[in-house]
């Protein structure tokens, strides 16, 4: 016998597998978008994909969303998984891609934030924004000051 999380889980798989009409790009795979954002040589710990629910003020489903999470892993001090990441999405001054796949940023460009919430606190805590106008990528890099790991909370929604 099904219980309801399967039945769930069924009735979104459908959803993603048949797009809206006139809508032919596929969504990417979970393992796909995590491998495109996963610091190097880090250990993932679970993943998850499902319905972003969008929807407008009176509840109504506005657009097709998918929100793809994990929590990666590494024992590397943060400051080496925030200069990766700044490297990774922060061109140098002047920079000019050979190729529009390079970088992997949309035509319509994308916005980078970075902010530290750290001061005065028992947890380090780094946060990375990415905006695009189809997705919204955010990093959350923590480590506590007792702890042997830094994490990267990665959640990534996208409206295919």
């Known amino acids: 016998m099904f219980c309801i999380p399967t039945l769930a889980l069924i009735a979104f798989l459908a959803l993603l597998a048949s797009p ?3 809508h032919t790009q596929e969504a990417p795979s979970l393992l796909t978008l995590i491998a495109q954002w996963k ?3 880090s ?3 679970g993943a998850t994909l499902g319905d972003a629910a969008t929807l407008n003020g009176a509840g109504e489903r ?6 793809y999470k994990t929590v990666l892993t590494t024992p590397d ?6 200069e990766y990441y700044k ?3 922060t061109p140098p001054a002047g920079y000019k891609a050979d190729s529009a796949d390079e970088k992997a940023v949309p035509a319509s460009g994308r916005s980078v934030m970075f902010q530290d919430d750290s001061k ?3 947890v380090a805590i780094h946060i990375i924004l990415v905006n695009t106008e189809k997705a919204s990528t955010t990093l959350v890099i923590s480590r506590g000051a007792t702890e042997a790991e830094t994490h990267i909370a990665w959640p990534h929604y996208l409206k295919p």
């Open 39 to 41: 610091y190097p040589d």
């Open 120 to 122: 005065g606190r028992p």
């Open 77 to 82: 001090p943060m400051s080496k998984v925030i």
């Open 62 to 67: 506005t657009v097709q969303s998918i929100l």
């Open 20 to 22: 809206p009409l006139g």
């Open 87 to 89: 490297n990774k999405l």
């Open 43 to 45: 250990k993932m710990n």
